[in-house]
Nanobody, 124 residues
């Protein structure tokens, strides 16, 4: 069982930056791949980024590539999403998720555990 708690969301102007954190409970965090997804009002939840259990591999949606980075600290049971050059279309609730397979994927159904989400609002 893994419990995930996101933090770091807020209101930022376009062009600004935010860093989201996702703290995980459980001794097996380091064996999970971690992902970030987002959901805007009236839209489906979509993939943002993922990182493998080791941190050696990462994946990004085309819409955020070059602007967002994902990292993890297995000693702190935490995964981060650094978001730079934010745009109004990045406004959404951001969720972190854990995938027991460990390699990372953009398929949300592959994830076993989800956090409650943190709101990110980018003003123009």
């Amino acid at each position: 069982q893994v419990q995930l708690v996101e933090s770091g969301g807020g209101l930022v102007q376009a062009g600004g930056s935010l860093r989201l954190s996702c703290a995980a409970s459980g001794r097996t965090f380091s064996s999970y791949a971690m992902g970030w997804f987002r959901q805007a009002p009236g839209k489906e939840r979509e993939f943002v980024a993922a990182i493998s259990w080791s941190g050696r591999s990462s994946y990004f949606a085309n819409s955020v590539k070059g602007r967002f980075t994902i990292s993890r600290d297995n000693a702190k049971n935490t995964v981060y999403l650094q978001m730079n050059s934010l745009k109004p279309e990045d406004t959404a609730v951001y969720y972190c998720a854990a995938d027991s397979w460990g390699l990372g994927t953009d398929v949300k159904d592959e994830y076993d555990y989800w956090g409650q989400g943190t709101q990110v609002t980018v003003s123009s």
